[in-house]
């Protein structure tokens, strides 16, 4: 998740042409976190030529702007309810009748806060602690009430520290705005498979985030096709993935519901981002903006879609063709149990020189 607090990008790269962005969907976006507020994100949307959005809640608090998001453009916005790594920290493995006191439950997760006094205004300034039972009935009611809504942002991050409050940050230049908290691992696992679990049972697919834990995602994912049969009926977006091409190879191998995306803004970042793109399978590659400024959307997934078609030898038409039908499968649920047939060598063969003619009839 980028959320826009970091977003910056002075590409001038020319915009698709509006025709080929009306067939695309933003796989992964967040104008419930857009800094100029809600009714601008409103507004935003309504001039981007992007065809979908799918809107990811990522805290406690804006689950309520995704539901504002899929009310006001229900035909443009996929919502997608859920918590994400950095903010898992506020809930409590405790039942509502046993919830632990705002002290002990962040003593008892960062056992720092017991040794290091300094930690304390940090631990004033977070929310207090909500039962993850409390939690979760209200993410299935939202499940529920949108009935083409889905789970995300969920996922796993080792490499994210809590902010220190606006008012102890140092002067910019001047220091880490970090703490040296991180939630506990395994912590974040509780969280995800408590979320995976319901997903899977009502049926939704998944917006999943990885940062710096390829193996514990590989881990818990394998443990899912080991021992629940549920989980192959649904899809899992690996967002901004930032794994090795390798271990994308690795997981499409084992996985046939893993569907990876892309942001120019984040994945763009790494030296092996052509490879990256070029390790996915085609009927497992979609785009995203992970953009909270909404209006800078449209810019993004063509910036993205220029660097796939770089890094693959495809046209733009053939591109967004692509992604269209990739789109479309993501949406499927899969029969339980069931596995689709992987495509012959032959037939992978045949695929890429009709992809080779016709970047070379679009250069004629």
Not at 4 to 22: C, F, I, R, S
Not at 45 to 52: N, V
Not at 261 to 275: H, Q, T
């Amino acid at each position: 998740m980028g959320q826009g607090y970091t977003e910056q990008t002075d590409n001038p790269l020319a915009m698709l042409p509006v025709e080929l962005l009306q067939r695309l969907t933003d796989a992964h976006c967040h104008p419930a976190d857009d800094l100029a507020g809600l009714d601008t994100a409103l507004i935003a949307i309504e001039q981007l030529h992007t065809g979908r959005l799918c809107a990811q809640s990522s805290t406690l608090e804006n689950q309520s702007y995704t539901r504002s998001l899929a009310v006001a453009h229900p035909d443009r916005v996929v919502p997608f309810f859920g918590l994400h790594p950095w903010f898992v920290h506020s809930i409590s493995l405790s039942s509502p009748s046993s919830l632990p006191n705002k002290q002990e439950h962040y003593t008892t997760l960062f056992p720092e806060v017991g040794t290091d006094p300094s930690l304390q205004p940090l631990v004033d300034s977070l929310l207090p602690p909500t039962s993850l039972e409390t939690y979760l009935t209200t993410l299935e009611q939202n499940l529920i009430q949108y009935p083409h809504s889905h789970v995300g942002e969920i996922g796993l991050d080792r490499a994210f520290r809590l902010p220190l409050p606006t008012h102890l940050q140092p002067p910019r230049g001047h220091g880490s705005s970090r703490s040296k908290l991180q939630t506990p691992i395994e912590h974040q696992l509780a969280l995800v498979r408590a979320q995976l679990d319901l997903a899977i049972k009502l049926r939704r697919h998944v917006s999943f985030h990885s940062v710096r834990s390829s193996k514990e995602t590989v881990t818990l994912l394998r443990d899912y096709l080991d021992h629940d049969p549920g989980f192959q009926s649904i899809h899992a977006c690996l967002h901004s993935f930032g794994g090795s091409p390798e271990t994308i190879r690795q997981l499409q191998k084992v996985h046939h519901n893993l569907f990876f995306s892309f942001a120019a803004v984040i994945s763009g970042r790494s030296p092996r981002f052509s490879e990256m793109l070029r390790a996915v399978d085609d009927a497992r590659l979609l785009v995203e903006s992970d953009f909270s400024d909404t209006l800078k959307i449209d810019e993004q997934i063509s910036e993205v879609v220029e660097a796939i078609c770089t890094a693959r030898s495809w046209t733009r038409e053939y591109c967004v063709a692509q992604l269209e039908k990739n789109w479309l499968s993501f949406l499927e649920v899969e029969p339980e149990g069931s596995r689709p047939k992987r495509k012959s060598k032959k037939e992978r063969k045949m695929d890429e020189q009709a992809r080779r003619r016709q970047a070379e009839e679009a250069e004629e």
